[in-house]
């Protein structure tokens, strides 16, 4: 055992340490995946997925090396640890893996293509921190083409520093937006308790309700009125822990316009203003040079 002192590269993450805080990115390991698929000289973009479109319905020709496939969307699963971006991008090649298409590897490209323009882009721990949890949590009803089942994400800030996001297609199919988002919140207070009993672990007492910001007025209602009709019914027992977690003040749900919506990032792909928009208030940072 050797005291190598402080971090700066561990298994592909570079740290930087300065007054501000700590900076975590993959550069060096982003560069590799761009060198390898020999797309150093390509013309970047702006967004990692193209707007509208229509990946998961798409029926053109097979991809003819679905091995190679299989390999750079493995190494853009692990490049997610920093880059939170690409939970999207990630999560719809992810659900093509056994057949990927041409439009399939096209849409790996242009990932490439936007971690081109930013190698160096990663995420900033700040400082100064309250150490109070807040979570954005957003879903996107019947997002599946095939199976209608909406997709669910979360990010979850440490002060103003992302520690913890996820993308995920939910369980069931639900019957309405509300109940999209709704489930999309139980998911998120999950990560909440776990993360406020890893927090205590460490020492930090984390007393005030924590705060989770959702954009669905409907699923904020059903959240803090225990009125049952049709459209909620149905929903598992296990949703309605958001509701008990309000009554217990473990929570407090707040309303966010949509544009200001964190986790939107993560839910469908979006414009070059809104992504970029969004990346800003998440605190991104790029400290290199565009390569």
């Known amino acids: 055992m050797k005291d190598l002192g402080r971090a ?16 975590l990115s993959q550069r060096k390991y982003a560069l590799d995946i761009i060198t390898e698929a020999e797309l150093l000289g ?12 229509k990946l998961l319905s798409d029926a053109g020709p097979y ?15 692990y490049l997610s640890i920093t880059r939170h971006e690409l939970s999207y991008a990630i999560h719809v090649l992810s659900q093509v893996m056994h057949k990927p298409r041409e439009a399939h590897w096209d849409a790996v490209v242009r990932v490439m293509r936007y971690l081109k ?3 160096g882009q990663g995420i900033m721990l700040n400082a100064v921190s309250d150490l109070r949890l807040r979570i954005f949590c957003d879903a996107d009803w019947a ?9 669910s994400s979360f990010i979850t800030l440490l002060g103003n520093s992302p520690i913890s996001w996820k993308t995920k297609k939910q369980d069931t199919v639900s019957y309405s ?17 776990w993360l406020k009993r890893l927090l205590c672990d460490m020492g930090v007492q984390h007393k005030a309700p924590m705060e989770m910001f959702c954009d669905s007025k409907s699923a904020l209602y059903i959240a803090n009125k225990p009125v049952f009709h049709e459209r909620t019914k149905h929903i598992e ?17 707040r ?22 928009y969004l990346l800003s208030k998440l605190g991104v940072r790029n400290l290199h040079s565009p390569t």
């Open 8 to 23: 700066k590269y561990f298994l592909g993450i570079e740290i930087a340490r300065g007054p501000e805080g700590m900076f």
């Open 42 to 53: 390509c013309k970047p973009v702006s967004t990692p997925m193209e707007q509208n479109h």
């Open 117 to 119: 323009g930013c190698p």
């Open 63 to 77: 991809y003819n090396n679905p091995a190679r496939f299989r390999r750079f969307v493995g190494k853009l699963v």
């Open 177 to 193: 937006s509300a109940e999209a988002e709704y489930r999309s919140m139980a998911a998120a207070l999950r990560e909440l308790k």
């Open 143 to 151: 997002a599946c083409p095939n199976t209608r089942r909406s997709l």
């Open 237 to 253: 027992s296990d949703c309605h822990s958001v509701r008990d977690a309000v009554q217990d003040r473990l929570i407090v749900t």
């Open 255 to 276: 309303h966010v316009r949509t544009t200001e919506q964190l986790a939107d990032i993560m839910t469908k792909a979006l414009g070059a203003p809104a992504f970029n």
